[in-house]
């Protein structure tokens, strides 16, 4: 299987920081790479598909980029309503898997 | 409204058996692939299964092929996750997730399962 090693694992900012959770994929996977923000006892939330496009309603603070094994998803201007897990998932093989998540905390 | 909801979780001893049930509403169920995603207590995501619109194909995590099957049934909008010989490893928010272009874009809102005796 395809790993994922995301980091940092845990971040701390401040509101209108902008913050990069990196993402890097143990063989290339072209831009076949997903983000999403998961909130404690809520669903899980996609954020950007194909490495760089912002899912429908998704404010456009959120930006992700990358291709091949090396990805980043990008928050600008950070807001309190962004305090949340945030995880890749790649999906090169049939074989899903996802990052270890990123914690953002304000 | 594109909705999701897991139900059939519970407690369960060791070499049990559980069938999660995920019922869909507001699209054409049919027509999506679908999938089992969950989370251990204090872990991260983790991919389970996945299946094809009709339900001929199916493909299962390492960790749990063999003693789990995803299925589903069109007509009654409803997608399955049966598991057997569960394991204390097993014990997890399981959710279900609609496939667009291999992104989960709708999700459930999750069924807890504890393995313990």
């Known amino acids: 299987d395809i790993q994922m090693t995301q980091s940092p694992s845990s971040l701390s900012a401040s509101i209108g920081d902008t913050v990069t959770v990196t993402c890097q994929a143990s063989q290339g996977i072209h831009n076949f790479l997903n983000w999403y923000q998961h909130k404690p006892g809520n669903a899980p939330k996609l954020l950007i598909f194909?490495?760089?496009n912002l899912e429908r309603g998704v404010p456009s603070r959120f930006s992700g980029s990358g291709s091949g094994t090396d990805f980043a998803l990008t928050i600008t201007n950070l807001q309190p309503e962004d305090v949340a897990t945030y995880y890749c998932q790649q999906f090169g093989t049939l074989h899903l898997t996802f990052g270890g998540g990123t914690k953002v905390e304000l | 409204e594109v909705q999701l909801l897991e139900s059939g979780g519970g407690l369960v001893q060791p070499g049990g058996s559980l069938r999660l049930s995920c019922a869909v509403s507001g699209f054409d169920f049919r027509n999506y692939w679908m999938h089992w995603v969950r989370q251990a207590p204090g872990k991260g995501l983790v991919w389970v299964a996945h299946i094809s619109e009709d339900g001929t194909n199916t493909t299962y995590a390492d960790s749990v092929k063999g003693h789990f099957a995803v299925s589903r049934d069109n007509a009654r909008n409803t997608l399955y996750l049966q598991m057997n010989s569960v394991r204390v490893e097993d014990t997890a928010v399981y959710y279900c997730?609609?496939?667009?272009?291999?992104?989960?874009?709708?999700w459930g809102p999750g069924t807890t399962v504890t393995v313990s005796s």
């Open positions: 194909d490495a760089s």
């Open positions: 997730a609609r496939d667009v272009r291999s992104s989960l874009d709708v």
